[in-house]
């Protein structure tokens, strides 16, 4: 009963079924780098393993910028239960394919399917939130959906490495799945919701083809006043998973290795690097597992405006801290501060981004907005290495705070007409 205090028990139906497959995803971070081999992934095509060990671990992220957009009409037309369920259990039959695939060409159909699977699932907590909740605990149910797939994930790189360390990867990745099946029968509960459908835009296919609609879907009734603070939030979501999610998780081990002694050892010998950046990234899944609720309840209190405009700040000033100080003393104070406002900022935009929608293109903004995420999470890890061929991995750092105070700005801009402040608690 405490917990439907905190959270309508309807979001546990949402949110638990994700935690149960993301496993299979989380895991494959940790073991395909290191046991490519076991996976089938070698040299192809004149293509090096490199190559193919970096394309399957972001094919997954490129194909939600097609997918979320199709996952939103799906909901609109056949409800939210169904399609969310056929997710979670494709979300599982990816899991086992890692386990019994062999070869580049069943591993990237695998994670491409899970990355489909993870536009509904998404899409469904987040519809789950607006659908049950009201303003004033919203924030907190953006934070348990943040909190609750990084428990997953948490539990999969941990307790998952040891069991692939001690089985085989056939075993692991069978018993990841088997959870998988627990998380589809959980997903059968999930309220049936029925996003409002909108009727398309008049003028047809060519109209809707420009740069301005592939940035903010076309939306009746929504003029400019409005569609620019869409853009600009799901342009903030954009810059904090670029920076956060994606350059800074990617670029953490080489950027100390930089700074480390003979022994690869940083800290005066004090950790192994590899031990110190594994340390590191599950502080930023701690983070949102034990943050994501409470920093979502704080922007309820504050005001989504405050609430990012606090943890924007924070994560420059990390950032910034990185590059000056340039030390592995640094990276371990700068890298804890820019997860934990990056939980700040991420779960305050959330909230926001659906409370600036209308409820009849509710579902088509959440799914664009989604779409925002998974681009910069994707093309963070490719610019951070990019960057340091031609500059160092701090440049890296230098164009994501670049990035985060222009697209900061750029919102400020865009949301300070009190008449568009549509995403302040009401």
């Known amino acids: 009963m405490r917990l439907k205090r905190i959270v309508p028990v309807e979001m546990v139906y949402?949110?638990?079924?994700?935690?149960?497959?993301?496993m299979g995803d989380s895991l494959m971070y940790v073991v395909l780098p290191i046991a490519a081999v076991d996976f089938g992934v070698e040299e192809q095509f004149g293509l090096a393993a490199t190559f193919w060990i970096g394309l399957a671990l972001s094919i997954n992220r490129f194909i939600r910028l097609g997918s979320n957009a199709f996952a939103a009409s799906v909901y609109q037309?056949?409800?939210?239960?169904?399609?969310?369920?056929?997710?979670?259990?494709?979300?599982?039959?990816?899991?086992l394919a890692y386990g019994l695939g062999t070869g580049i060409l069943a591993l990237l159909l695998a994670?491409?399917?899970?990355?489909?699977?993870?536009?509904?699932?998404?899409?469904?907590?987040?519809?789950?939130?607006f659908g049950v909740g009201t303003s004033a605990i919203r924030g907190?149910?953006?934070?348990?959906?943040?909190?609750?797939?990084?428990?997953?994930?948490?539990?999969s790189v941990t307790a998952g490495a040891v069991l692939f360390h001690l089985t085989s990867r056939e075993v692991t990745f069978t018993v990841l799945a088997c959870i998988g099946l627990v998380g589809v029968l959980i997903a059968t509960r999930i309220p049936d919701l029925r996003p409002e459908r909108i009727r398309p835009a008049v003028g047809g296919l060519r109209n809707r083809l420009n740069a301005w609609d592939l940035a903010i879907s076309r939306l009746p009734g929504?003029?400019?006043?409005?569609?620019?603070?869409?853009?600009?939030?799901?342009?903030m979501r954009f810059a904090t998973a670029f920076g956060a999610n994606g350059l800074a998780i990617a670029t953490l081990a080489p950027y100390l290795a930089g700074f480390a002694d003979n022994d690869d050892r940083v800290l005066g010998g004090s950790f192994a690097?590899?031990?110190?950046?594994?340390?590191?990234?599950?502080f930023r899944w701690l983070s949102d597992i034990s943050l994501g609720v409470p920093m979502g309840h704080l922007s309820d209190l504050v005001g989504r405006r405050l609430a990012i405009a606090c943890g924007m700040a924070a994560m420059?000033?990390?950032?910034?801290?990185?590059?000056?100080?340039?030390?592995?003393?640094?990276?371990?104070?700068?890298?804890?501060?820019?997860?934990?406002?990056?939980?700040?900022?991420?779960?305050?935009?959330?909230?926001?981004?659906?409370?600036?929608?209308?409820?009849?293109?509710?579902?088509?903004?959440?799914?664009?907005?989604?779409?925002?995420?998974?681009?910069?999470?994707?093309?963070?890890?490719?610019?951070?290495?990019?960057?340091?061929?031609?500059?160092?991995?701090?440049?890296g750092f230098v164009v994501a705070a670049v990035l985060l105070a222009g697209t900061w700005a750029f919102y400020v801009a865009a949301t300070g007409d009190p008449r568009t402040r549509q995403h302040r608690r009401r």
């Open 140 to 155: 907190r149910m953006m934070g348990m959906f943040n909190s609750g797939q990084r428990f997953g994930s948490f539990v």
């Open 316 to 395: 420059i000033a990390s950032l910034a801290m990185m590059v000056v100080a340039d030390s592995a003393v640094a990276v371990v104070i700068g890298m804890p501060l820019l997860f934990l406002a990056a939980v700040g900022v991420n779960t305050a935009l959330d909230a926001a981004i659906g409370e600036t929608a209308t409820s009849s293109t509710r579902a088509a903004v959440l799914g664009r907005y989604s779409t925002w995420l998974d681009l910069g999470a994707a093309l963070g890890p490719f610019t951070g290495f990019l960057v340091a061929d031609r500059i160092g991995f701090d440049g």
């Open 111 to 129: 994670r491409a399917v899970w990355g489909v699977s993870y536009s509904y699932m998404r899409l469904a907590a987040h519809l789950t939130a």
């Open 273 to 282: 690097v590899v031990t110190l950046a594994g340390l590191l990234v599950g």
């Open 222 to 235: 929504y003029g400019r006043k409005l569609r620019i603070p869409l853009l600009s939030i799901s342009l």
């Open 77 to 95: 037309r056949f409800g939210v239960r169904w399609p969310f369920v056929a997710s979670i259990a494709a979300g599982a039959l990816s899991t």
């Open 14 to 22: 949402a949110v638990s079924p994700t935690a149960t497959v993301i």
